[in-house]
């Protein structure tokens, strides 16, 4: 799996869970939900660091424990 695929299905499963929307999400966060939604579609290729850290802060958790999921296990390089 790339790494946009597993940052899509991390909010993706993360939203489910708590049964909110992209732009709840994206709001909890900081951020546009254009910026959300381009993540969750697959069309930001490479999200800045600064992106992951405010939805890691939105969602009240660390950038290590955000990646100790399993989406993030086995990941393909995209070079």
Excluded at 24 to 49: D, W, Y
Excluded at 63 to 74: E, Y
Aim: contains cysteine.
């Amino acid at each position: 799996m790339k790494i946009r695929e597993a940052l899509s299905r991390k909010i993706t499963n993360f939203c489910e869970e708590e049964n909110i929307s992209i732009n709840q999400f994206a709001n909890m966060c900081c951020l546009t939900q254009s910026t959300i939604q381009h993540i969750v579609e697959g069309r930001s290729k490479n999200p800045k660091i600064l992106t992951i850290i405010r939805i890691c802060d939105g969602i009240g958790t660390s950038v290590s424990t955000f990646f100790q999921d399993d989406v993030f296990k086995d990941l393909d390089r995209e070079d």
